[in-house]
């Protein structure tokens, strides 16, 4: 048997011990891995497409364990998280795929017990952002906003006249400035930040000036009043933010002003209240 099984247009199930490659009956133990493997395998059996054939995916993935293996990876949350933040990014990158809205998964337990340890339901859906539903207690959700992930995933949203420049950013905000130009952060909105490419995604910030070892979407930036969140890209060079390595995937808050710096110093941003 297949570890993943399609029950349905929008429902999957999955079987922990195929995944994991162990004997038929053998109790295997869930992990962020074998969580992140099978959402992967799902996102992959999506065959919807755009009027242009470009492939879509969906966004909204929730999966349902039994209470027993939900206890069990319930302590692991945090890796759980970041494991699925790579996987999503790789996943639809790979697949230069369009999206609906924001990524995110949710995993809960079988309320009506009746799913068995080692297996999992996952129900997908295309869900546009402002109508995700609120998390309830007790779930464990990942969310991975678009633009979070803009330099893994093909969000074609967005047309070149998105770049950000100096002449247009007019909102108030912070500003980001470095050794090529500055630009105005628009307060609550996030930006992906990279060296000057054709066709960048919505929201870009062109770093010009930057040199080979800044990636052409290596971060994101999103501005607060007073802070300022800085997230790694996860197949992006190293970034540090105020001396602190940034993780593949991760992202870090920080209060402003700041230093970033890009590629082990090839290029250092700095972020300033006006």
């Not at 924001?102 to 952002?129: C, N, Q, W």
Request: glycine share 10%; hydrophobic share 45%; proline share 6%.
């Amino acid at each position: 048997m297949a570890a993943l099984h399609p029950d349905g247009l929008d429902q999957f199930r999955v079987r922990f011990d195929e995944l994991a490659r162990v004997r038929r009956g053998q109790a295997v133990q869930i992990d962020p891995f074998l969580i992140a493997q099978a959402i992967g395998l799902v996102v992959r059996a999506c065959s919807v497409r755009s009027a242009t054939g470009r492939p879509i995916v969906w966004n909204d993935y929730r999966m349902i364990l039994a209470r027993l293996d939900f206890d069990r990876i319930r302590p692991l949350q945090g890796v759980l998280e970041r494991d699925l933040k790579t996987v999503l990014a790789q996943e639809a990158k790979a697949r230069e795929a369009e999206l609906v809205g924001e990524l995110r998964v949710t995993v809960v337990f079988d309320e009506a017990d009746e799913i068995s340890p080692g297996e999992g339901v996952v129900r997908v859906a295309f869900v546009p952002t402002d109508k995700l539903a609120t998390p309830r207690a007790g779930e464990l959700t990942v969310r991975l906003d678009s633009w979070a992930a803009a330099g893994e995933i093909a969000v074609r949203a967005g047309r070149p006249d998105d770049t950000v420049s100096v002449e247009d950013a007019t909102a108030a905000g912070p500003v980001l400035r470095w050794p090529g130009g500055e630009a105005r952060l628009r307060l609550g909105q996030a930006f992906v930040l990279g060296r000057p490419h054709p066709e960048p995604p919505a929201q870009f910030i062109a770093l010009a000036g930057a040199g080979a070892k800044v990636n052409k979407q290596q971060l994101w930036i999103a501005a607060g009043p007073t802070s300022v969140r800085v997230g790694r890209l996860a197949r992006a060079n190293p970034v540090h933010v105020g001396g602190r390595a940034v993780g593949a995937g991760a992202d870090v808050e920080v209060e402003l002003p700041v230093e970033i710096s890009l590629s082990r110093g090839d290029l250092v941003l700095s972020v300033q209240r006006t």
